[in-house]
């Protein structure tokens, strides 16, 4: 069993930046690949990025290439996104997710979720 807590969210303007921590409790961290994804209002839930357990690999969405980076610091159990120039349809909840064995980009392959935090990116 793994414990996720998500923070960071708030609000913030367009072209500002703001970072995400996810700490985890429970099972050995190290074990686990980890995954940001985001709900917006009315929309379905969406990946965001994904990191292995060593922090080797990473894969992003489109939508937030070259401005969002995921990372993880398996001696905190903690996994990081920090999000910069942030524009206002970034809006949405934020939730992290862990997974047995490598990363990946499906929701549905995720086996822990956090509660989420809210990021919201006014214009």
């Known amino acids: 069993q793994v414990q996720l807590a998500e923070s960071g969210g708030g609000l913030v303007q367009a072209g500002g930046s703001l970072r995400l921590s996810c700490a985890a409790s429970?099972?050995?961290?190290?074990?686990?690949?980890m995954g940001w994804f985001r709900q917006a209002p009315g929309k379905e839930r969406e990946f965001v990025a994904t990191?292995?357990?060593?922090?080797?690999?990473?894969l992003y969405a489109d939508s937030v290439k070259g401005r969002f980076t995921v990372s993880r610091d398996n001696a905190k159990n903690t996994v990081y996104l920090q999000m910069n120039s942030l524009k206002p349809e970034d809006t949405a909840v934020y939730y992290c997710?862990?997974?047995?064995?490598?990363?990946?980009?499906?929701?549905?392959?995720?086996?822990?979720w956090g509660q989420g935090t809210q990021v919201t990116v006014s214009s």
């Open positions: 997710a862990a997974k047995y064995g490598s990363s990946g980009d499906a929701a549905d392959e995720y086996h822990y």
């Open positions: 429970g099972r050995p961290f190290s074990s686990y690949g």
């Open positions: 990191i292995n357990w060593s922090g080797g690999s990473t």
